[in-house]
DNA sequence: ACCCTAGCTGACCGATCGGCCAGCATTTGA
DNA sequence: TCAAATGCTGGCCGATCGGTCAGCTAGGGT
């Protein structure tokens, strides 16, 4: 026995979720997975029933930290609530960069599982909270959301401190959904 | 013979289009173009050298019109350079909708295709219009310009009208990158 | 009438995919 | 000490991938 089984777990996770960001679900086969986690494509498969297990399990721990936002969202209104989903989706999405690429890259795919978070749900809050500000608050809340993963992908483009980053973020946010920024 | 090679060859295309579109080029076999161009593999290899050379030709429309577009922007100066940038922007991607998207989707194996504009040099033009405007212009040009994309590419959520879409684009881009909007 | 050629196809190929399984090696508990 | 359980692996399977090829069919030029 090389690793306890918790061990090999987090590491065939961590191999993978850095993979699947990179080069995409469809573009990472179980050996590439292996071979970075430094065992073979059958001890893959003894940890986890199928590939596919490996991208539920990996994607798990987003799902209640988007609830959990939203639920705080639902005690909000208006512009207060706008801000509030700003703050917390840029604090999300910097702690899961890779989940966030990995969800956008395969969104059509994946944006139904059960267990990511009801992004139309959250959508449809904000475009509630912004309601009576625009015709089309509706674009602007799926352009910032948009412009938030996206932006979080390029990591390899984008070298700013996490701190300039995140008000940068926070700030385009604001400014795109027509808030005032100190 | 059943079709012109012309009228074979746009029909493959429009089909190749759509469904790397909605499937990405990985997720899209040639026999899923072939059933949806009415057509057999065999026949999709006969018109084209081969899968990449499919993707090549639909993507080859917009190399030269960015690069047209980059051309227009040598010759300007700071705010107004990042005025005609959006407007731009905006209109390319809304007349290169699919592609925008089959290019977002596989951005990281797809970017440093020949035929492709020069991302890198787009956005060093746009962060140098912009420089001494934000401690980090690299960031807001790469928020919009990811923005753009990815909002052009929700059709099925999205169902505003072009002209409300294309407004909105602008508005948030230059509200993105600190610019006033009427 | 003829053949030549362009358009097209079914059958097939090697490679790679996700997944399965019999069995080996190491640790553990009685 | 020894058997059971756990961790792990090489080898194999069927399916599917992109791509090749010999050959069929239907017009068009002479």
Known sequence: MARSATTMRADILDSAVRLFAAHGFRGTSLQDIATDAGCS????LYHFTNKDAILTELLAPVGPEFAALEGRLAGLDGEEAARAAVA????????FRLQVKILLQD?????????LPDVDGLTE???DALSGRSAAPQARVW??????GIIL????????????LRAELSRGALRTLGLQTD
């Open 107 to 115: 969104v059509d795919a994946l944006i139904n599982r059960p267990e």
């Open 143 to 148: 352009a910032w959301m948009a412009m938030l």
């Open 41 to 44: 494509k059958a001890s893959l």
């Open 125 to 127: 809050r904000l475009t």
């Open 153 to 164: 992908t390029s990591a390899g483009e984008l070298t700013l401190p996490e701190e300039t």
């Open 88 to 95: 917390g989706l840029v604090d999300l999405s910097l702690r």
